[in-house]
């Protein structure tokens, strides 16, 4: 994981406003993009290795053959996916100085710190994993374990300081300006601002659930094609329960987090809300544009909000009208971060009721491979994961629009004003297609190796190699 931006507001804008730059609109609409990409692989960056190391101490406790040869495999789509995060991440590092010098400029040397921070864990992220994938068949079986510890451990930091990035445009603290200058910098401040512990928190649950749920669909595709092996099963079951068990804690943190948005980001609630006035006795809004200032089409539920905020339906919500009208949020920004608001909240219950049918299921011991319509299920959850984790970001970033520092610098104000960036864009969007196309043919030939060689035919890592089985194992192939 490289960086983060706020530049998602791209996804509500139509046409740049007049009398902002040129180059607002390009400059928002590239961020957009190669954030948008790379934050897909955050995810596998931060958990896929964690599931990665479950695998690798399942086999090593319990002598499971499966579980290593798992283990071994997900290292190896790990190490790519590293490989192209920090290819996409390198570019968006590039991207803060080249389209938002506003930024880098005047709050660089409070903004740029945590960056700092992440470049040690990426670095030392990178040097265990090369061990970790080198010391397979070469180190101990423990010790080869324990080089992979620091690369979960290091990509959740790494996490931890892009965060500590964004959270600080959204609540900035920690630094003294004096003539639109900063004169002094409180590292710790910045770092640990207001906003971070939620936002934190709600990423790295994020993570596990989109790996979890993303890997849950690869081998329930399998086993709905027949593949129903103790290695596809076990496979399914690491990824399932890890997002399982995150989603609860994921909706007990989303719920917190609204509340301190309410009270802290105002303006965002009321974006969130799609709410023009101030008002007790709130409804919530499901789905609906705002059109000329006023709620379109959407269906509410009466006093929602206000319970949701307050716990009491006479508590009273800030609306647009609150907010002075030179950095009022556009209708089209409201709406935008309304809907990916219902959109992520609406996903994540949906693959929370995937988990319960699991539980339910576990608990009457019935047999997976039989359950085909949950297995359907299973197999879009991960793009649903994903879809969610989108929304989610939309929310964070266009809610703070049209602020790139809250307080303290409009993003018009934050974006370069020399050159046509079209063909800037044009170009990334091509490097980008390129990059992804290649990932993608790498996986794909990666599994049709294994496929070929089967879950019987390769030796794994220092043993189990050969003795009994458990019932049911080495019947299938690999997905």
């Given at each position: 994981?490289?960086t983060?931006?706020?530049?998602?507001?791209?996804l509500?804008q139509g046409l740049?406003?007049a009398?902002?730059?040129?180059?607002?609109l390009?400059?928002?609409?590239?961020m957009?993009?190669?954030?948008?990409?790379?934050?897909i692989?955050?995810?596998?960056?931060?958990?896929?290795?964690?599931?990665?190391?479950?695998?690798?101490?399942?086999?090593?406790?319990?002598?499971?053959?499966?579980?290593?040869l798992?283990a071994r495999?997900?290292?190896k789509?790990a190490?790519?996916?590293?490989?192209?995060?920090a290819?996409?991440?390198?570019?968006?590092?590039f991207?803060l100085?080249?389209?938002?010098?506003?930024?880098?400029r005047?709050?660089?040397?409070?903004?740029?710190f945590?960056?700092?921070?992440?470049?040690?864990?990426?670095?030392l992220e990178a040097?265990?994993?090369?061990?970790y994938?080198y010391?397979?068949?070469?180190l101990?079986?423990?010790a080869?374990?324990?080089?992979?510890?620091?690369v979960a451990?290091?990509?959740?930091?790494?996490?931890?300081?892009v965060?500590?990035?964004?959270?600080w445009m959204?609540?900035?603290?920690g630094?003294?300006?004096?003539?639109?200058?900063?004169?002094a910098?409180?590292?710790?401040?910045?770092?640990?601002?207001?906003?971070?512990?939620?936002?934190?928190?709600?990423?790295?649950?994020?993570a596990?659930?989109?790996?979890?749920?993303?890997?849950?669909?690869?081998?329930?595709?399998?086993?709905?094609?027949?593949?129903?092996?103790?290695?596809?099963r076990?496979?399914?079951l690491?990824g399932?329960?890890?997002a399982?068990v995150?989603?609860?804690l994921?909706?007990?943190?989303?719920?917190?987090?609204?509340?301190?948005?309410y009270?802290?980001?105002?303006?965002?609630?009321?974006?969130?809300e799609?709410?023009?006035?101030?008002?007790?006795?709130?409804?919530?809004?499901?789905?609906g544009v705002?059109v000329?200032?006023?709620?379109?089409?959407?269906?509410?539920?009466?006093d929602?909000?206000?319970?949701l905020?307050?716990?009491?339906?006479?508590?009273?919500?800030?609306?647009?009208?609150?907010i002075?009208?030179?950095?009022?949020?556009?209708?089209?920004?409201?709406?935008?971060?309304h809907l990916a608001?219902d959109?992520?909240?609406?996903?994540s219950?949906?693959?929370?009721a995937?988990?319960?049918?699991?539980a339910?299921?576990?608990?009457r011991?019935?047999?997976?491979d039989r359950q085909r319509?949950?297995?359907?299920?299973?197999?879009?959850?991960?793009?649903?994961?994903v879809?969610?984790?989108e929304s989610g970001w939309?929310?964070?970033?266009?809610?703070?629009?049209?602020?790139?520092?809250?307080?303290?610098?409009?993003t018009?104000?934050?974006v370069?004003?020399?050159?046509?960036?079209?063909?800037f864009?044009?170009?990334v969007?091509?490097?980008?297609?390129?990059v992804?196309?290649g990932?993608?043919?790498?996986?794909?030939?990666?599994?049709?190796?294994?496929r070929?060689?089967?879950?019987?035919?390769?030796?794994?890592?220092?043993?189990p190699?050969?003795?009994?089985?458990?019932v049911?194992a080495?019947?299938?192939?690999?997905?």
């Open positions: 994981m490289r983060v931006t706020g530049a998602w507001d791209l509500a740049a406003s009398g902002e730059p040129d180059q607002l390009p400059a928002r609409q590239q957009a993009f190669t954030l948008g990409f790379h934050i692989l955050v995810p596998f960056g931060v958990a896929l290795t964690a599931l990665m190391l479950i695998a690798n101490h399942r086999g090593l406790r319990r002598g499971d053959a499966d579980a290593m798992l495999r997900w290292s789509v190490a790519v996916l590293f490989a192209v995060g290819i996409t991440g390198t570019v968006l590092s991207e100085g080249i389209l938002w010098p506003g930024l880098m005047g709050y660089g040397p409070a903004f740029g945590p960056f700092a921070i992440e470049g040690l864990f990426f670095f040097i265990f994993v090369s061990l994938i010391g397979w068949d070469r101990s079986p423990w080869h374990f324990w080089t992979g510890v620091p451990l290091s990509s959740i930091g790494g996490a931890a300081a965060i500590a990035a964004n959270s959204n609540q900035p603290g630094f003294t300006m004096r003539d639109g200058t900063i004169v910098v409180q590292p710790a401040e910045v770092f640990f601002n207001g906003a971070f512990l939620w936002e934190f928190l709600h990423m790295l649950l994020a596990y659930i989109v790996a979890g749920f993303a890997v849950a669909s690869v081998y329930a595709v399998g086993m709905l094609r027949g593949r129903t092996s103790r290695y596809h076990t496979g399914f690491i399932f329960v890890t399982a995150a989603l609860p994921q909706v007990l943190v989303g719920d917190t987090i609204a509340r301190y948005v009270q802290a980001e105002p303006a965002k609630f009321a974006a969130i799609m709410l023009p006035d101030t008002g007790t006795h709130v409804p919530e809004t499901l789905g705002l000329d200032g006023k709620v379109r089409y959407g269906l509410p539920v009466p929602m909000a206000s319970l905020a307050g716990f009491h339906p006479s508590t009273e919500i800030k609306g647009l009208d609150a002075p009208a030179d950095v009022r949020p556009s209708d089209r920004i409201v709406s935008t971060v608001f959109v992520m909240v609406g996903l219950f949906a693959l929370l995937l988990a319960v049918w699991f339910w299921l576990w608990w011991r019935r047999p997976l319509w949950f297995l359907r299920c299973c197999a879009v959850s991960g793009l649903a994961a879809a969610c984790l939309v929310v964070t970033e266009v809610g703070r629009q049209p602020w790139t520092v809250v307080g303290h610098l409009l018009r104000d934050a370069t004003t020399q050159g046509n960036l079209w063909p864009f044009g170009s969007v091509v490097i980008y297609a390129a992804g196309a990932a993608v043919t790498v996986l794909l030939s990666m599994k049709r190796r294994w070929a060689e089967g879950d019987d035919s390769v030796d794994v890592p220092y043993g190699r050969t003795g009994p089985q458990p049911g080495r019947a299938g192939t690999e997905e």
